[in-house]
């Protein structure tokens, strides 16, 4: 439980990467979408008295938003994934760097630092939110059509556009959902740290 509490995040961020790699893509920035995101809401809070629960909601955001781009990027912008994601990480470090000037960003709320401490059923609260988002992501992908539909993508992207799937809404989804996970593991990065750097 130790060694899964304290991989959490980059479980998370597994999770986002498998739902990509299942299409046939690549995402290299989630580990930049997770230190810019995470410093937002922290930017947000600090500096412009954002109430927390706004500024998280506002990372969270920003991290679809970032898989959004490479979404549109990777399928209507035809660009490969692998560079369109690449221009990501490297934007979103640069930007992560430049909202704080590079220094970390501390004072959070006492309850956010409880979330990687407090235990839910003896087990810890990260291992539960990561079992959890394995669990979602495993229902969607074998109980639900949209879900299944993401192998055939990765099997024959063509075929699976003849057949009638979507396959660019479906690629989109999936690099959004990554961004959000990346996000969501940035929080518990912020929790375990109590800041942000």
């Known amino acids: 439980f130790n060694v899964f509490s304290q991989m959490s995040e980059i479980g998370i961020m597994a999770a986002g ?101 407090a235990r839910f059923l003896g087990l810890p609260l990260e291992f539960v939110i990561l079992v959890v988002v394995y669990l979602v992501v495993a229902y969607w992908l074998y109980f639900r059509p949209s879900g299944r539909a993401l192998y055939a993508i990765g099997g024959n992207e063509e075929v699976a556009r003849l057949s009638g799937i979507n396959t660019r809404r479906a690629k989109v989804m999936v690099y959004v959902t990554a961004g959000f996970l990346a996000a969501l593991a940035g929080l518990i990065v912020g929790s375990r740290l109590d800041a942000a750097h």
């Not at 810019?36 to 629960?53: E, H, K, T």
């Open 17 to 117: 990467a498998a739902l990509v790699i299942i299409i046939g893509g690549i995402d290299l920035s989630v580990g930049a979408v997770l230190a810019v995101s995470l410093m937002l809401n922290a930017w947000l809070y600090r500096d412009f008295g954002v109430p927390f629960v706004i500024s998280t909601l506002a990372g969270l955001a920003l991290g679809a938003f970032v898989g959004l781009v490479n979404g549109i990027l990777s399928t209507y912008g035809r660009i490969q994934p692998f560079v369109a994601t690449l221009a990501t990480m490297s934007a979103c470090s640069g930007l992560a760097l430049f909202i704080t000037n590079g220094s970390p960003v501390t004072g959070f709320p006492e309850w956010f630092s409880e979330i990687t401490s």
